[in-house]
């Protein structure tokens, strides 16, 4: 059966519009006095119009309990293909052989099943195999840490409206506005302008959902409209305010995916031919998008199955996979099929199976709203009437992230149907909430840090003002190729950091940056990592305090410190990956097309200029790399700064019996001689330096005194632009004698290791 499956979601900055949009596309009268949404409002549409439905009005509505049943006729008659009675059961012997249970749904289904068999002598049978449609809109909320969730929810059969305040400035900082029964409260100013906003989502929506058809080209969704409200405050400037916001995003990668912007007046919604022109053009082209390019063939008992969930979600909002079995049966779905029929409307939106999560392997979520309620139950519009007995949990939670058990369990006692612990396991799955053990709270509770619901703070780039008793590493900025920090990234990116690092609550903590504390196993000083969100990269400040007692190198540790940030990068990109990649039987899979570049701001070129990176060579990266900048194209030395984020490879060393400490031997009036190299005792093995090439005991093979010195790995014999040798380590840990050319200066011995050089 042709079935056409869309999503509609509404996105955009708290208190634009976008619930009277919503209405306005509904054609339900404007209402000035509204309420913000609380992470998202989720409403099952159907557009009934004369051509759709047998319903005579011509508007949009949500669908109602009638709606469903009469539709049910047409997919018993096909789905069974024979005539019933309307006393007639409709269970079989599949129905029987799930067991012979008598609960309430099993109860429900049968009445469902009776009620749709009472309209049995109305039903035209030529009419069960049209195309139906249906519509999930998704009014999402416009805080931030709303945005955060989203991707989660995401799906590529969407039409997404990114929608804008057209009466203000596109360049000015947004501010998170909260609408309580028609009054406005102003609350945290984003560091982020409207404008940058919109493309971070067009970039972003592009980068998690583009999807491509067999021949490579790209599919038919998702689409996108930027919408405009207040538009009869702005009716001599529409064209200019369009053309503005479409000069920005033509061109890009992700243009692909809009379809245009349209500025409305959602005012005069529904008042006939008053109304706005522009969102009747709307209407239809969600009709179009949907009919045209949405059609998917569904099993008959799969669109059955679907259709008595959907009934069913009005009185219940979870069941158990058996009860899911019961109504599988039911719709002539055999017992094997239907975890997939599960997991198929799960990837249109209809329904939330998680069953690779423990606590949820046996719970399936038939009404979303009903989970997202519970989540929103952490972002509370106005005051908690309990809030003043729960006031250090809400401090706690609110100024520093952390949600503790007593909390959350209080916040999520309504939800009866799934525990709270259910929730919990859900944000830790998605990487949106991490176990943490503080000395803020007693131990015996709970403690789960969700850096999403923070407040933002105003950031400094690249900033190199340390206490004189302190050592920086030069900042590490990560990339994207879409222009900006993927929504959903950062706040994951530092949840999985939560689970190597300590929290550094001492320097506070903001959504967007984070100090944790890092101590290597083996040393005594204290590192600060500090993270932060800079709209367009993550930038990466290591920090050093030093202890006169250190026996590991800021250079090791950094390139430690390095690992957790790139495999943090990596957990993150896989979660992303998984909500991007849903697919569907006529659907392949979307591609998750960001990537993301590790890169080094320069500290050579004044601090004045702004931040900009070194470039360096493709291979061979390493302490004595030649690299230059994106201002400076002459090729330098590393600074030490940057030397400490890439290995010593330089080297090499000598053995002088006359002392235990290391010394230079002179040997500037030396000729040019064929110098022969002996390994003289047992060097470490080969894996323990491979194993640990940075420890302490295994520092290189050869050194070096000069830190002009461009060095070469893989070669046995090297001559660098200052004439200081270089050799293979694996030839020496082999043993093997080596002649290298050499016009050596100095020659720093370690006496340590027991090498002789014959001159």
Not at 662 to 672: A, K, N, R
Request: charged share 20%; with cysteine.
């Amino acid at each position: 059966m042709d079935v056409a499956y869309s999503r509609v979601l509404f996105l955009g900055t708290a208190g634009v519009g976008k619930t009277s949009f919503k209405r306005s596309l509904m054609k339900l009268p404007f209402e000035p006095n509204t309420t913000s949404t609380v992470v998202a409002d989720i409403s099952r549409v159907r557009p009934f119009t004369r051509n759709w439905h047998t319903l005579k009005e011509d508007q949009w509505r949500v669908v109602s309990y009638d709606d469903e049943i009469k539709e049910l006729v047409g997919l018993i008659l096909a789905v069974y293909r024979k005539k019933f009675s309307a006393t007639s059961p409709v269970f079989n012997d599949s129905f029987q052989s799930v067991g012979e249970i008598s609960n309430e749904i099993s109860f429900e289904v049968e009445k469902i099943i009776s009620d749709a068999l009472l309209h049995i002598e109305d039903y035209a049978l030529s009419d069960n195999l049209k195309p139906q449609p249906f519509l999930h809109f998704w009014d999402c909320g416009g805080q931030l840490p709303f945005l955060e969730i989203l991707p989660v929810f995401l799906t590529s059969r969407t039409l997404f409206f990114l929608i804008f305040d057209a009466e203000k400035d596109l360049k000015s900082n947004w501010k998170s506005v909260i609408n309580i029964e028609g009054e406005s409260l102003e609350q945290e100013e984003v560091p982020m302008t409207t404008l940058d906003y919109m493309l971070n989502w067009m970039a972003n929506i592009h980068g998690h959902l583009m999807s491509y058809n067999e021949e490579g080209g790209f599919c038919a969704f998702p689409r996108m409209y930027c919408v405009g409200t207040h538009g009869d405050c702005v009716k001599d400037r529409k064209s200019e305010i369009k053309k503005e916001l479409e000069q920005k995003y033509q061109g890009k990668d992700f243009s692909a995916l809009v379809e245009g912007t349209v500025i409305v007046d959602n005012t005069s919604s529904g008042q006939g031919e008053a109304e706005d022109p522009s969102l009747q053009v709307l209407r239809e082209a969600v009709v179009g998008f949907t009919e045209k390019k949405l059609v998917l063939k569904t099993p008959l008992s799969w669109v059955l199955f679907r259709k008595v969930i959907q009934v069913l979600s009005k009185k219940f909002n979870v069941i158990s996979f058996e009860d899911a079995c019961i109504i599988g049966a039911a719709s002539n779905i055999p017992l094997k099929d239907v975890p997939h029929a599960l997991m198929f409307y799960h990837e249109l939106g209809v329904l939330l199976f998680y069953p690779q999560i423990d606590g949820m392997k046996d719970k399936i979520v038939i009404n979303p709203n009903y989970f997202v309620d519970a989540l929103g139950e952490i972002f509370p519009l106005s005051m908690n009437p309990d809030r003043e007995r729960y006031h250090i949990e809400w401090e706690l939670f609110q100024k520093y992230g952390i949600l503790v058990q007593p909390l959350y369990i209080k916040l999520w006692n309504n939800y009866k149907d799934i525990s709270s612990e259910f929730f919990i396991e859900v944000l830790i799955h998605f990487c949106i909430a991490v176990e943490v053990k503080t000395d803020k709270y007693p131990s015996h509770s709970k403690q789960y840090f969700m850096p999403l619901i923070l407040k933002s703070t105003q950031v400094n780039r690249s900033s190199m003002t340390l206490p004189s008793d302190s050592i920086q590493a030069a900042p590490l900025h990560i990339t994207f190729n879409g222009g900006f920090v993927p929504p959903g990234f950062f706040t994951r990116f530092v949840v999985v950091l939560a689970n190597k690092m300590e929290l550094c609550f001492e320097k506070d903590i903001y959504r967007n940056h984070v100090t944790f504390r890092y101590q290597d196993p083996n040393c005594n000083s204290i590192e600060h990592v500090i993270v932060t969100d800079c709209t367009d990269d993550i930038q990466i400040n290591v920090i050093h305090h030093p202890s006169d007692q250190d026996s590991v190198s800021f250079a090791k540790i950094c390139q430690d410190v390095r690992v957790y940030l790139e495999d943090a990068a990596k957990a993150v990109e896989e979660i992303l990956k998984k909500c991007a990649s849903r697919c569907t039987l006529e659907n392949k899979a979307t591609q998750y097309i960001f990537t993301k570049k590790f890169k080094y701001v320069c500290t050579k070129c004044p601090s004045t200029t702004s931040p900009h990176y070194i470039k360096l060579p493709p291979t061979n990266q390493n302490q004595l790399s030649q690299v230059f900048c994106e201002n400076n194209k002459s090729y330098r030395s590393l600074t030490e700064n940057e030397k400490v984020w890439f290995k010593d490879t330089s080297q090499f060393f000598s053995y002088d019996s006359s002392s235990t400490r290391q010394s230079c031997i002179d040997v500037t009036s030396t000729p040019v001689v064929a110098t022969t190299i002996s390994i003289a005792t047992a060097v470490p093995a080969a894996s323990q330096i491979r194993n640990n090439p940075t420890s302490r005991e295994n520092e290189g093979v050869i050194t070096t005194c000069s830190s002009d010195v461009f060095c070469m790995e893989d070669t046995s014999v090297v001559t660098t632009t200052m004439g200081v040798i270089a050799m293979d380590k694996d030839l020496l840990l082999q043993g093997s004698t080596k002649r290298l050319s050499t016009k050596t200066e100095h020659v720093c011995v370690w006496e340590s290791l027991n090498y002789i050089i014959h001159y």
